[in-house]
Antibody
Framework: QVQLVQSGSELKKPGASVKVSCKAS????????MNWVRQAPGQGLEWMGW????????TYAQGFTGRFVFSFDTSVSTAYLQISSLKAEDTAVYYC??????????????WGQGTLVTVSS | SYVLTQPPSVSVAPGKTARITCGGN??????VHWYQQKPGQAPVLVIY???DRPSGIPERLSGSNSGDTATLTISRVEAGDEADYYC???????????FGGGTKLTVL
């Protein structure tokens, strides 16, 4: 069965960097787009962008350019989200979410359990 | 950028029907997907492509989409349906996905 297992919670100081991992299993990793979604405390879902795990091409939503980097390692079927120069407002739960087998207007049919990143001095 | 508008909250008595709307300009021409999120849990896809249900989602949940409004309908509401619900579309003009602000469904 398809599973996305994310790395554990992180507590970071402002200005530091963090790398969140999302290990996929139960399907061919390179056949499906992987999305990243942010949820700030008490807030709604915010699409950060996606990475094409076949071509390696990332797409970043507005507001997630510059400090945010999507990557992956096919040898371990794992996608990564790296955030640099962390700010207090980056405090949120970050989800990876796999697309279905469809086009750009696709849905996300499997989600990781979420990783809480807390930025505090 | 494309904006999706959801009511912040909807309340319904057990056994009744809940309707959660998602408004957007000509949303009827887009494909709408719906997610359910319970407290402390990851979102779960409940409706895709306006009205299709993933396996394991009860038939009590259904979706429709026309004009400027998409609707998630939950019939015979149960206590376990209490959750936040989000709609999502693809905005071709910005080439971005967009989520609605979410609706908290309260079962009275």
């Amino acid at each position: 069965q398809v599973q996305l297992v994310q790395s554990g919670s992180e507590l970071k100081k402002p200005g530091a960097s963090v790398k969140v991992s999302c290990k996929a299993s139960g399907y061919t990793f390179t056949s499906f787009i992987m999305n990243w979604v942010r949820q700030a405390p008490g807030q709604g879902l915010e699409w950060m962008g996606w990475i094409n795990t076949n071509t390696g091409n990332p797409t970043y939503a507005q507001g997630f350019t510059g400090r945010f980097v999507f990557s992956f390692d096919t040898s371990v079927s794992t996608a990564y989200l790296q955030i640099s120069s962390l700010k207090a407002e980056d405090t949120a739960v970050y989800y990876c979410a796999r697309d279905g087998y469809c086009g750009a207007d696709c849905y996300s049919d499997y989600w990781g359990q979420g990783t809480l990143v807390t930025v505090s001095s | 950028s494309y904006v999706l508008t959801q009511p912040p909250s909807v309340s319904v008595a057990p056994g009744k029907t809940a309707r959660i709307t998602c408004g957007g300009n000509n949303i009827g021409k887009k494909s709408v997907h719906w997610y359910q999120q319970k407290p402390g849990q990851a979102p779960v896809l409940v409706i895709y492509y306006d009205s299709d249900r993933p396996s394991g989602i009860p038939e009590r949940l259904s979706g429709s989409n026309s004009g400027d409004t998409a609707t998630l309908t939950i019939s015979r509401v149960e206590a376990g349906d209490e959750a936040d619900y989000y709609c999502q579309v693809w905005d071709s003009s910005s080439e971005h996905r967009v989520f609605g602000g979410g609706t908290k469904l309260t079962v009275l």
